[in-house]
């Protein structure tokens, strides 16, 4: 099995910093892509930002030149800076990764995180 465990989050003041870590642990897998997932109350889950086994990098349109998503192979771990933090940011922020390939140019992302909640306040 595979558990990925986020850290990080926690409450700012809008214009702040925060940065996510991911941690992947268990067996061993190939990552095709990993994601970072918010959710806030009463609104669907949306992807933030994604990074391919490639090092190729995509990101909701929210979130473009204040996110940045990155790896560290040697520490199976994701990271998501978030810079110029907005109260519209507010949400539990997942992790997420997937073990296959692209169909359709989407990913099936198979293991979650718990979340971290991730809270900005105006």
Do not use: H
């Amino acid at each position: 099995q595979v558990q990925l465990v986020e850290s990080g989050g926690g409450l700012v003041q809008a214009g702040a910093s925060l940065r996510l870590s991911c941690a992947a642990s268990g067996r061993t897998f190939t990552s095709y892509a990993m994601g970072w997932f918010r959710q806030a109350p009463g609104k669907e889950r949306e992807i933030v930002a994604r990074i391919r086994w490639n090092d190729d990098t995509y990101y909701n349109d929210s979130v473009k030149g204040r996110f940045t998503i990155s790896r560290d192979n040697a520490k199976n771990t994701v990271y998501l800076q978030m810079n110029s933090l907005k109260p519209e940011d507010t949400a539990v922020y997942y992790c997420a990764a997937a073990d296959s390939p692209a169909v359709g140019g989407q990913y099936k992302y198979n293991y979650w995180g718990q979340g971290t909640q991730v809270t900005v306040s105006s």
